[in-house]
């Protein structure tokens, strides 16, 4: 049951893709100055697979920075996205457990929200053998800023509304240890972390189109869901009554190089 409730959140987002593509935030620069700085190379002229690649959020940006960059994406409905926003980047069907990729081809392998998808037992041995020697597996995850009151208190709204679809209470993680178990429990990758913290004004509209857009508001079904997303546009609106919310995350990044 876990198994096939973890496969259908997955999936999920391939009905929703252009709804993810509209609202979802996107990554500060500086995330990708600690990539480089972290990987020991340059972006620009580097041969990167973006895994996982979605509507292709960070593929861009990573090809803006010069990237020679090709996206693996598994969904039908993200893929079809990504093809209508990126037509001048490669996409192929895939997913980080077997990679449709050549042994030592690239140089830096990215999963920008998705190496959670992964079954890391495959996964980093994948990512190994794609790598050339010296190239870099980087994972980031924009996490809530828990630190701002109104974000925490939303975080544990979801919590218990959502509670029997995959969300869970406000947990601290504590730091580089216990995120890089997670990404790599076999301990075969040496990681670095880092934080890199940033924020972005939207709409009360825009930010409830990007929370619903997550996979456990997704599988809920729009019933349970909606009861969330207006009582919530009611609890922000008291909260911003200009109607522009300031959200804030702290991309979390794990970077290791390949020996």
Not at 79 to 90: G, K, N, V, Y
């Amino acid at each position: 049951m876990a198994a096939s409730f973890h496969t259908a959140r997955a999936h999920s987002f391939n009905s929703a893709a252009a709804q993810y593509a509209a609202n979802r935030p996107s990554y500060p620069p500086a995330l990708f100055d600690a990539i480089e700085e972290l990987a020991g190379r340059p972006l620009a002229g580097a041969r990167v697979a973006d895994v996982g690649a979605g509507t292709g959020i960070a593929t861009e940006l990573l090809h803006a920075r010069g990237a020679e960059v090709v996206a693996v994406e598994p969904g039908s409905g993200m893929a079809e996205q990504f093809r209508r926003s990126h037509a001048d980047i490669p996409i192929i069907r895939g997913d980080g457990n077997d990679l449709p990729l050549l042994t030592d081809s690239a140089d830096l392998l990215t999963y920008a929200q998705s190496w959670h998808w992964t079954d890391p037992a495959r996964a980093v041995p994948e990512a190994c053998r794609v790598l050339r020697p010296g190239g870099a597996l980087a994972l980031w995850w924009n996490t809530y800023a828990l630190d701002i009151p109104w974000i925490e208190g939303q975080v544990d709204r979801v919590a218990e509304h959502f509670k029997d679809y995959g969300a869970h209470p406000t947990v601290e993680v504590n730091g580089n240890g216990a995120r890089s178990a997670l990404a790599d429990p076999s301990g075969r990758l040496d990681f670095t972390h880092r934080l890199v913290r940033w924020s972005r004004h939207v709409p009360v509209d825009t930010h409830l189109a990007n929370i619903g857009s997550h996979s456990m508001f997704l599988v809920a079904g729009e019933d349970h869901a909606g009861v969330f997303l207006t009582e919530e546009r009611r609890i922000l609106l008291d909260l911003f009554p200009d109607g522009t919310v300031e959200e804030t995350y702290d991309v979390e990044l794990l970077v290791a190089v390949n020996a």
